[in-house]
Nanobody
Framework: QVQLVESGGGSAQPGGSLRLSCAAS????????MGWYRQASGQQRELVAI????????SYADSVKGRFTISRDNAKNTVYLEMASLKPEDTAVYYC????????????WGKGIQVTVSS
């Protein structure tokens, strides 16, 4: 089992910045990477960004490219999401995600953390 604990987030004004962190613990060897999804009120959960455990390949949603940066610290089993130039439409609950190497197994998820962008 893998446990994911998010931190950071909160409120920011449009154009501002926030940083999310997600610390993983447990059987880290089971996961293929770590990333972030978000779910706005009344919307489906969507991928924001993901980074591979090996090689560090990243992928971003078009809506956040150039504004958000995902990074990792393997020594700390932690992934970060630096969010800049925030927009009101970035307001959502952000979930840390870790897909497993065994693609038939379910992903691991954090409990989620609120990000609110408003003036």
């Amino acid at each position: 089992q893998v446990q994911l604990v998010e931190s950071g987030g909160g409120s920011a004004q449009p154009g501002g910045s926030l940083r999310l962190s997600c610390a993983a613990s447990g059987t880290i060897g089971d996961i293929a990477g770590m990333g972030w999804y978000r779910q706005a009120s009344g919307q489906q959960r969507e991928l924001v960004a993901i980074i591979a455990k090996r090689g560090g390949r990243t992928s971003y949603a078009d809506s956040v490219k150039g504004r958000f940066t995902i990074s990792r610290d393997n020594a700390k089993n932690t992934v970060y999401l630096e969010m800049a130039s925030l927009k009101p439409e970035d307001t959502a609950v952000y979930y840390c995600n870790a897909p497993q190497l065994n693609r038939g197994a379910p992903d691991y998820w954090g409990k989620g953390i609120q990000v609110t962008v408003s003036s």
